[in-house]
Each structure stands twice: as C-alpha cells, then as structure tokens.
C-alpha cells in the first residue's frame, strides 16, 4: 500500500537549480530509507541520494556531492532532492524509492517501493 509520487521536474539551464519532492504515504516511514535515482535515455538506472528516515543520516553518489540534498518533512511526509549547479549530464528522469531499513540504502535492489518518476532536462 505505499505510494510515491515525485514532483518539481522540469527544464533549467546549466548551473540553475530544482527542487524535486517525493510524496510518501501508507507505510510507518520511520522504519525506511529513502532514496534518489535517475535514468538518462540508453543508460542503466544509477543511485542518486539516500537518507534513513529516523535518523537523518545520508549518502550520495560520487557525482553529485557538494551540489545535491537530499532531506525530509516529516510532518509531510515528503522526501527532497535540491538539486544545484545543474549540469547537462543531470538529464534524467528520476525516481523516488523505499526501503524497509535503518540506513541509507544505495544499491537499487535494496529498495521495495518506486514512484512513477519526474523528468529533468538541463541544456546547456
């Protein structure tokens, strides 16, 4: 019964900045890991950001540290990716996910729930 639903993509130039939300809803969320990840057209799904709920303790692929966040509301139930400095290669769609774990959860396989996804383009 849990449900994902990402918001706020869209078209920016390089160097601007997005922030994507993901609606959670029909799980206990403090039990989970939240993550990020992206797919570019011809290209595998990779890892973007992830985060424990309970907790707050994040990770983050190689390629977007020190320019993407990931955080959360809990009051909302909403999980974010700001994401600044937005490069070309940032083009993707990306998805929201969880996972039933007590630390943040980079490997694809770990997660049991995906969202729909959100497109971002960004020219250069």
């Known amino acids: 019964q849990v449900q994902l639903v990402e918001s706020g993509g869209g078209l920016a130039q390089a160097g601007g900045s997005l922030r994507l939300s993901c609606a959670a809803s029909?799980?206990?969320?403090?039990?989970?890991?939240m993550g990020w990840f992206r797919q570019a057209p011809g290209k595998e799904r990779e890892f973007v950001a992830s985060l424990n709920w309970s907790g707050g303790a994040t990770a983050y692929a190689d390629g977007v540290k020190g320019r993407f966040t990931i955080s959360r509301d809990t009051a909302k139930n909403t999980v974010y990716l700001q994401m600044n400095s937005l490069k070309p290669e940032d083009t993707a769609v990306y998805y929201c996910?969880?996972?039933?774990?007590?630390?943040?959860?980079?490997?694809?396989?770990?997660?049991?729930?995906w969202g729909q996804g959100t497109q971002v383009t960004v020219s250069s």
């Open positions: 029909g799980g206990t969320f403090s039990y989970y890991a």
């Open positions: 996910a969880a996972g039933r774990a007590i630390l943040p959860l980079t490997s694809e396989s770990e997660y049991d729930y």
